[in-house]
């Protein structure tokens, strides 16, 4: 069974059609990429599928391992196991980089990350642990960073359905 299905999927904005009769499945352990010009309707595409605020089909059906989610609210689609990571990633006064990759385990049924499941994730994204897990998730992180936390994030809740808006935005070119 495919993790993700649309069928004839419609989206438009003040006459505008961004989406017309988008048809895609995605097989678990399949990888995806979707290429195109700006204003081609990758994030688009993207908001739709995570049910952001704003981003709601005028026809078609989206699909999560066979349960329809064209009407669940965001959180709900996440508690499902969907992420988007952000093309732009929040900054977060106050909040260090370990407590943002442990905000999933607020989950119920999701066990804390070990912090050696967290370093592993920082390590995977190319941050030392060491150097970053006290760190604030704010202003002092450069793009690049905040880019890499924001992957090592999604790493970190194991999710079902990774959904990466631009995920190389920021990153040094070497890297």
């Known amino acids: ?55 709601r089909a005028q026809a078609g059906e989206i699909r999560f391992a066979g349960r329809r989610i064209d009407a669940l609210p965001l959180y709900e689609r996440a508690r499902l196991g969907i992420t988007l990571a952000w093309h732009e990633p929040a900054r977060f006064e106050g909040l260090s ?12 049924s999701v ?3 070990r912090l050696a499941q967290v370093a592993d994730c920082l390590r995977w994204v190319g ?8 760190r ?5 992180l450069s793009g690049g960073e905040r880019q890499r936390v924001e992957l090592a994030s999604v790493l970190a809740l194991d999710s079902r359905l990774v959904i990466l808006d631009e995920p190389t935005a920021g990153i040094d070119i070497l890297s």
């Open 1 to 55: 069974m495919a993790v993700l299905e649309i069928d004839h999927l419609r989206f438009a904005v003040a006459q505008r059609v961004l989406l017309d009769d988008l048809d895609m499945s995605v097989e678990a352990g399949e990888i995806h990429a979707l290429v195109g010009a700006n204003g081609a309707g990758k994030s688009t595409l993207a908001y739709l599928i995570m049910g952001c605020e704003g981003y």
């Open 97 to 108: 980089v370990r407590d943002y990759l442990t905000l999933g385990a607020a989950k119920p």
């Open 111 to 113: 066990a804390a990350p």
């Open 127 to 134: 941050l030392e642990p060491a150097d970053y897990l006290a």
């Open 136 to 140: 604030m998730v704010d202003k002092t």
